[in-house]
Structure formats: C-alpha cells, structure tokens
Nanobody, 123 residues
Framework: QLQACGGGLVQAGGSLRLSCAAS????????MGWFRQAPGKEREFLAS????????YYSDSIKDRFTISRDNAKNTVYLQMTSLKPEDTALYYC??????????????????WGQGTLVTVSS
C-alpha cells in the first residue's frame, strides 16, 4: 500500500516536496515512480527511480525542475519539485512496479498506486 502526501497550494516559482510511504514490506524490490493527472488529461509519467536509488529517469516536461529520490530504510520515495508553474497543477500519484528492467515509464507496468495528492500552483 502506498500513501502519498505533501501536496498543497503554492505560488508559481515555489517548491514542494511530495512523499510516498509504502507499507507491507519489500519496498526495495520495487521500481518507484511518480505520475500526475490534470483535469481532462491522461495520466503522465514524471519520474522513476531504480530499486537501489542509483539511477533516476525523468520526463522532458519536468527534467531539471523535479528530483526523485528514495530512502529504502524508511520505505519512502520523494519528489522534490522546484520552479513550479501553473501547468504543474494536477493530482500527483506515486506507484510501484515489479517490472524487471531499470527504466519503467509506462502506466500499465506499475502494479501498485497511491491515492494521489493534489498540487495547485497559482499564477
């Protein structure tokens, strides 16, 4: 089970850090990812991180502004978001994948999803 938190209302140019805590064990065996979904749009891949945390992969839309990280001792994955823009407004989801490759960007390859946390960026 995944529980995401850290969303909120922020002004354009501001920062937020999202957290996603996992329960149920075996956290370090999952690829972890962050996605978002804006109203009327499809769910969009943002970032993923390998099991050990040694490699991360990003969508071009948020690269250089967002950073994914994980702490396997705390069973938690993070998404640090900086230079936020109004177009970043969306529900943000964390997800876990058992797919046996490093880079997993496809929604359907994620097995477990958190409930979403809302990020609203005002102009």
């Amino acid at each position: 089970q995944l529980q995401a938190c850290g969303g909120g209302l922020v002004q354009a140019g501001g920062s937020l850090r999202l957290s996603c805590a996992a329960s149920g064990g075996a956290f370090s065996t999952f690829i972890m990812g962050w996605f978002r979904q804006a109203p009327g749009k499809e769910r969009e891949f943002l970032a993923s991180i390998t099991r050990s945390g040694s490699n991360a992969y990003y969508s071009d839309s948020i690269k250089d502004r967002f950073t994914i990280s994980r702490d396997n001792a705390k069973n938690t994955v993070y998404l640090q978001m900086t230079s936020l823009k109004p177009e970043d407004t969306a529900l943000y989801y964390c997800a876990a994948s058992r797919f046996p490759i490093e880079r997993v960007t496809t929604t359907s390859l994620y097995n477990i999803w958190g409930q979403g946390t809302l990020v609203t960026v005002s102009s």
